[in-house]
């Protein structure tokens, strides 16, 4: 398996714009959780997925921001409008439900918005 | 709840010695106890993790960790350091209560000097 795939890998878009962030899990996880890492706040948990299903969505920073899970192979988290706040790397990671199994990190997607 | 601290930002220390990178927890049930390690510009990448049995494991690289019920503590450990050892570790918890959601502490810089 390729591991968990992003993209895009760099994103720099202007304020205001619509983002959308790609992510593909590995497959047979039923786990899939989005991330938010910067400087300031460290590693944010933004929303979780089980089964296609978001499961706590509560680390979701605003209405601005949104994710869908259309199917077990393909998730996105858009962002709109983007702010400069949003700049961050965005993670995606995937696990099993094989219980104690640890998280697959994708590369992240470096957002910069302008 | 679940939370993790990584009390110390950063530890530096020269090249053959010993390591350690501090994270105590708390949860609720008991733990499933993971260590990541990220590199500049990647996602985390998973080191070793407790889920039960012997309180000491090995993972990837050399590394491992004691589990301590009575202290709530999970320590990272490395016998001699390696100057490509030098990342960003993170502590995760999860209870096993959760099959899904990870806590993760706010990190710590490894520094490893020659």
């Known amino acids: 398996d390729a591991g968990v795939i992003q993209s895009p890998r760099h994103e720099v878009t202007e304020m205001g714009q619509e983002v959308t962030l790609r992510c593909k899990p590995i497959s047979g996880h039923d786990y899939l959780f989005w991330y938010r890492q910067t400087m300031m706040r460290g590693l944010e948990l933004l929303i979780y997925?089980?089964?296609?299903?978001?499961?706590?969505d509560s680390g979701m920073p605003e209405d601005r921001f949104s994710a869908k899970m259309p199917n077990a192979s393909f998730s996105t988290l858009k962002i709109q409008p983007s702010e400069p706040r949003d700049s961050a790397v965005y993670f995606c990671?995937?696990?099993?439900?094989?219980?104690?199994?640890?998280?697959?990190f994708g590369q992240g997607t470096r957002l910069t918005v302008v | 709840a679940q939370s993790v601290a990584q009390p110390e930002d950063q530890v530096n220390v020269a090249e053959g010695n010993p390591l350690t990178v501090k994270c105590t927890y708390s949860v609720s049930g008991n733990p499933y106890l993971f260590w990541y390690v990220q590199y500049p510009n990647r996602g985390l990448q998973f080191l070793l993790k407790?889920?039960?049995?012997?309180?000491l494991v090995k993972g990837s690289y050399g590394f491992e960790a004691e589990f301590n019920k009575s202290q709530t503590s999970f320590h990272l450990k490395k016998p001699s350091a390696l100057v490509s050892d030098s990342a960003l570790y993170f502590c995760a918890v999860r209870d096993n209560t959760n099959a899904g959601k990870s806590t993760f502490g706010d990190g710590t810089t490894l520094t490893v000097k020659p």
């Open positions: 407790y889920i039960t049995g012997d309180n």
């Open positions: 997925f089980n089964n296609n299903v978001p499961i706590d």
């Open positions: 990671a995937s696990s099993s439900p094989v219980w104690g199994t640890e998280a697959f």
